[in-house]
């Protein structure tokens, strides 16, 4: 009987520690506005996520959520977050917009176009001169 009474004890404090630790949850279906990105929930990478909602179950308080991308051609990448409250027993829906910012790669290529055309209306202005200087020396 006593055995019976300390098995009986030993599950009640294993119930009450797990639901203490646990706790109640909520879910959360959240998209974002781009395809091929990565949620991120309180910091740590979670899930791809894109333009179709996912869903997930997450314990009923505050949480942070990250969008992060880079672009197939990597010359962009893409940042929005949010913070909000997943209510307890309940379904939450949340679209999370980006921003888009241009990486090193694509300034780097835009500064040496930039370049490449300075050099071409140079090599055009020369051309142009050699043929006006080509027509007064037939001229005279």
């Known amino acids: ?11 009640l404090i294993c119930l009450f520690t797990l ?3 646990f706790g109640p949850t909520g879910k959360v279906r959240i998209k974002t506005d781009i395809d ?7 910091g740590e990478a979670k899930s791809p996520i894109g333009k179709d ?14 969008i992060k991308a880079l672009s197939e051609d990597e010359e962009w ?42 050099a071409n209306r140079l090599a055009e202005k020369v051309k142009d001169e050699f043929k006006r200087r080509q027509a ?3 001229s005279l």
């Open 53 to 66: 909602f996912i869903e997930l179950e997450l314990s009923a308080e505050n949480h942070h959520f990250e």
């Open 1 to 11: 009987m006593n055995r019976q009474i300390q098995y009986t004890t030993l599950m």
């Open 19 to 21: 639901t203490a630790c």
């Open 36 to 42: 091929n990105a990565e949620l991120f929930i309180d």
């Open 136 to 138: 007064n020396q037939r």
């Open 77 to 118: 990448r893409y940042y929005g977050s949010e913070e909000f409250l997943v209510p307890k027993e309940a379904i939450i829906e949340k679209k999370i917009n980006t921003k888009s910012v241009a990486t090193e790669k694509r300034q780097k290529r835009l500064a040496l176009e930039k370049k490449l055309n300075e």
